[in-house]
């Protein structure tokens, strides 16, 4: 089973900053990598899928990249709204795997 | 508006038995893969299966795989999770997922059901 790693753990940010969360794959995933924010007591939301792809009403500031086994999530200019935590997630192989998630709160 | 609802959580006893159901509406159900996937408390979310569009693929994680089965209801528009032989560490939110078309990435999900399994 593909093993996914995040870092940081947690992420002290101020609103307006930018904000880069690290996963990496413990094998090669290709570009089949999505990326995920959670709230206390929601679901998660995808926001990147295939890497690089945006979901569905997602905003431009969410941007992923990243390929094989080391991805990159960038937040640009932080908002209020973004403070969550964060997993990833591959799909390459089944069976699907998160990773243990980073934790963006406000400095 | 395309949604997901769960139902069917609840407490059961260890060596008990559930089944969840989940709801589509807002899509056409038949043209996508579905997905269970839960989240123990402060938990990362966990895979458990998956089935095809039409029923006739499926696989479940090594941890559920001959105690759990995924099938669906298309004319129903509805997915279900037959959880049987639970445990405690079955204890978590079950959310049902939509998958993206071509991933296992998953776009849609329900507001997720909470399985308690305690003596």
């Known amino acids: 089973e593909v093993v996914m790693t995040q870092s940081p753990a947690t992420l002290s940010l101020s609103p307006g900053e930018r904000a880069t969360l690290s996963c990496r794959a413990s094998?090669?995933?290709?570009?089949?990598l999505s990326w995920y924010q959670q709230k206390p007591g929601q679901a998660p939301r995808l926001l990147i899928y295939?890497?690089?792809t945006r979901a569905t009403g997602i905003p431009a500031r969410f941007s992923g990249s990243g390929s094989g086994t080391d991805f990159t999530l960038t937040i640009n200019g932080l908002q209020p709204e973004d403070f969550a935590v964060y997993y990833c997630?591959?799909?390459?192989?089944?069976?699907?795997?998160f990773g243990q998630g980073t934790r963006l709160e406000i400095k | 508006e395309v949604q997901l609802v769960e139902s069917g959580g609840g407490l059961v006893q260890p060596g008990g038995s559930l089944t969840l159901s989940c709801a589509g509406s807002?899509?056409?159900?038949?043209?996508?893969?579905m997905h269970w996937v839960r989240q123990g408390p402060g938990k990362r979310p966990l895979w458990v299966s998956r089935?095809?569009?039409?029923?006739?693929?499926?696989s479940y994680a090594d941890s559920v795989k001959g105690r759990f089965t995924i099938s669906r209801d298309n004319a129903k528009n509805t997915l279900y999770l037959q959880m049987n032989s639970l445990r405690v560490e079955d204890t978590a939110v079950y959310y049902c997922?939509?998958?993206?078309?071509?991933?296992?990435?998953?776009?849609?999900w329900g507001q997720g059901t909470l399985v308690t399994v305690s003596s």
């Open positions: 094998e090669n995933v290709s570009g089949f």
């Open positions: 997922a939509r998958a993206v078309r071509g991933h296992d990435a998953f776009e849609i």
């Open positions: 089935i095809n569009s039409d029923g006739s693929s499926t």
């Open positions: 295939g890497a690089s």
């Open positions: 807002g899509f056409t159900f038949i043209n996508y893969w």
């Open positions: 997630q591959q799909d390459y192989n089944l069976p699907p795997a």
